[in-house]
């Protein structure tokens, strides 16, 4: 939603940001990498900072022979500019994090399968076998422990103790149906 507000609201801000006098998106171009220049410049070694002083110079005369540096409504459109570009920035970033997101949601959901399916859960095509339905019928914090559980302990060997503590685990996790033992 914020990512949609925010390009809606940089395409408004761009407008305002227009010029009639000439392409203000190429006037900011050549503007942000003279800002860069300049923050940049520094802990650069002799020859590096005479380079790029030469190079601010020839940007700015340029910048200022730019029939839009007379635009009356000049301030205005830089400003306008400037907004925009921040709204992209945050933009880019909301972005970065969404993709993040979805990527670890997608790598965390493979790594869940691929355990599911050595347990024997899923098949190799990611299919539910007979367990893997025991499994989704089972609804608790420790689901696919309580499951593992029923699978391979050895409930003829439990004390009448084991086995009723054992029993109220399950039944604290409201299994609909005990699976026959394989």
Do not use: M
């Amino acid at each position: 939603k914020q990512r949609d507000k925010n390009y809606n609201l940089q395409k408004e801000v761009l407008q305002k940001a227009s010029c009639h006098l000439g392409d203000f998106s190429q006037y900011f171009n050549q503007y942000n990498h003279l800002k860069s220049l300049e923050k940049n410049i520094t802990g650069k070694n002799r020859r590096e900072r005479e380079q790029i002083t030469l190079e601010i110079e020839d940007i700015q005369k340029r910048l200022s022979k730019n029939p839009i540096e007379s635009c009356k409504d000049f301030s205005e459109h830089l400003r306008n500019a400037i907004r925009a570009a921040r709204i992209e920035t945050e933009n880019n970033a909301l972005t970065q994090r969404i993709e993040n997101r979805t990527s670890f949601i997608a790598r965390r959901f493979d790594q869940l399968n691929s355990i599911l399916v050595k347990l024997g859960y899923l098949d190799e095509q990611e299919k539910s076998t007979n367990w893997g339905e025991k499994l989704s019928e089972i609804y608790g914090e420790k689901d696919l422990l309580i499951c593992q559980s029923l699978r391979n302990l050895p409930f003829d060997k439990l004390t009448a103790q084991e086995f009723v503590r054992s029993r109220q685990v399950c039944h604290r996790a409201r299994i609909r149906s005990l699976p026959e033992r394989e």
